[in-house]
């Protein structure tokens, strides 16, 4: 093989010792970093054999995913499919891109490290064409931004454009607060009792009769009830007190309480027929006994929409039978008190 020349600056010819395709890609010799080379074709004659490749690799790509819980982000770097590249180097700065593609400081910028999640110091490294290098990035500032820098070069020592990725770790969801849970007791303004065999409305002393299938005794609290729930986004509990007079209505042992609702917020002035549930039986009561018993679930949101605005007593079968009558405390006693327990 004929011996190769290049020229230096001056004007003088040097012979190389480096062959193409033979040894580093780097140094004083290295044909590779010659802007062209030369076979001597006679005493004072060189001719051009090679020229330099001067042209610049594409830029890398770089795209990041980001795990806010755990203060990470995935950096992904993707080396253009182009066959001789061989190094990529980056850099990261919370001021501004970097813009000198070599591993030295520039004035005014201050860089940081780029750390893999094993601890391993990145600069420049070994890379192959089409290679796509993701790693993780731990201990990240909330709300900083960083900017990431990266070119590649080829084996003629070309440097690329560079590779940009602005990021900012975003803040850390904001974690809502424990919801408040609030209570409430809600007495009723009036309550007052439907006989449908009379066809009247019985108000003595506001008692609230149980007494078949057309009786209607009910409590009526106004807009209390949806104004106490008006922030509530979950109801926990409703319950209802009920106060069973000691008298020789009904049974004398224990009677059931049948709680219904219904949609009044104060007496109406005829039959309230058709408008109050038929009540399940919620427990029992014997003469002279008050006690709470449990609003069904299934009922909370009509309490919080106003569909039920308030609650009573009605014996829900077709027939008469003295075994559920009974007679109940009404407004002006704790008999109809509402206890509503919601969080916010």
């Known amino acids: 093989m004929a011996a190769l020349w290049t020229k230096n600056p001056d004007g003088t010819w040097v012979k190389t010792t480096i062959y193409a395709g033979v040894g580093a890609a780097s140094g004083a010799n290295s044909w590779r970093y010659a802007s062209k080379v030369y076979e001597k074709t006679g005493a004072s004659t060189w001719t051009q054999r090679w020229t330099r490749d001067l042209t610049a690799p594409a830029a890398p790509v770089l795209t990041y995913t980001t795990n806010t819980t755990a203060k990470t982000s995935q950096i992904s770097i ?13 850099k990261v700065s919370r001021t501004v891109y970097p813009a000198v593609a070599a591993p030295v400081n520039e004035t005014g910028v201050t860089f940081y490290d780029f750390i893999t999640d094993d601890g391993t110091v990145w600069g420049m490294r070994d890379v192959v064409p089409g290679q796509v290098v993701v790693r993780n990035i731990g201990a990240m500032s909330a709300n900083q931004q960083y900017y990431y820098t990266a070119w590649v070069q080829d084996v003629n020592g070309n440097w690329s454009v560079a590779g940009k990725l602005t990021y900012k770790f975003p803040a850390p969801p ?160 704790l008999s109809g008190r509402v206890f509503l327990q919601w969080e916010e």
């Open 78 to 90: 993707t080396i253009p499919n182009t066959p001789d590249i061989t190094k990529m180097i980056i």
């Open 174 to 333: 904001a974690v809502a607060p424990p919801p408040v849970v609030k209570t409430a007791y809600i007495l009723p303004n009036d309550s007052a009792t439907w006989i449908g065999s009379s066809n009247y409305w019985r108000t003595d002393n506001n008692y609230v009769y149980q007494a078949g299938s057309d009786s209607y005794g009910m409590w009526f609290y106004s807009t209390a009830l949806q104004a106490a729930l008006a922030r509530a986004t979950r109801i926990i509990d409703i319950n209802v007190t009920v106060g069973r007079l000691n008298t020789a209505h009904g049974t004398a042992g224990e009677s059931n309480v049948h709680i219904s609702y219904h949609k009044y917020t104060s007496q109406p002035s005829g039959s309230p027929e058709g408008t109050m549930a038929d009540g399940p039986i919620a427990g029992t009561l014997a003469r002279g006994e008050q006690r709470w018993f449990s609003i069904p679930s299934t009922w909370y949101s009509g309490v919080k929409s106003g569909a039920i605005r308030g609650f009573g007593l009605r014996y829900g079968t077709s027939s008469f039978t003295d075994t559920d009558y009974m007679i109940a405390y009404g407004k002006g006693t």
